[in-house]
Each structure stands twice: as C-alpha cells, then as structure tokens.
C-alpha cells in the first residue's frame, strides 16, 4: 500500500510559479509512473504529466506543455511539479497517483494510489 501526500499549492498572482511535491510512503517509490491530475471547480479531473519510473522519460499535457515540468527524486521517494507562468485557469486541486502499469498512462483507471490533493489557486 502506497500513500501519497502532496504540498506546496497555495495563492499565487498569474505569471508566478510554485513547485508541488508529493512524498510517497509504503511502497517501493521506483516501481511506479507517477502522475499528477487536477480538477477545476464544476469540471473533470483531468491530466497534467506524468514520469516514468525510472525518470527518463516524461509526457505533459498540451495545455501545460512548456510551463510545467514534471520530475522525480527516488531517492526521497518524491514526485514534484514545477509550475512556472500560471494561468487564472490553471486553479484547481493537484493530485498526484502512481500506476504500477508501466504505460507512461493518461488514464486515469491505470492508477493504482491517488493523494488527497493539493489546492492552486491563480489570481488575475
């Protein structure tokens, strides 16, 4: 069993930048892909990135392509987000997961352990 448990969301004016992590426990932190997901007021939870296990590679969602960065230290069994220009519509809760599916996945159902989430807030 693998618990998750993100920090560093918090208010932010738009161009600004946070840094989330999530520091896993439990299990054995390189097994798994690690993701991050969040979900905006009234809309579904939905893809931001994800890294490999083992670090070397990595896939960002279009919409975050080129601002956030996604990346890993498995020696402090840690996952992190790197979020630089936020945008008003960037706000939303964080999660982070880790899939033991070795897919590099999206899907949200290949995801084996899900964090309770981490609020961003961007003011205009």
Known sequence: QVQLVESGGGLVQAGGSLRLSCAASGGTFSRYDMGWFRQA???????????????????HADSVKGRFTISRDNAKNTVYLQMDSLKPEDTAVY?????????LTRLQTSYNYWGQGTQVTVSS
């Open 41 to 59: 007021p009234g809309k579904e939870r939905e893809f931001v990135a994800v890294i490999m296990w083992s670090g070397d590679y990595t896939t």
């Open 95 to 103: 999660y982070c997961a880790a899939s033991a599916a070795g897919l």
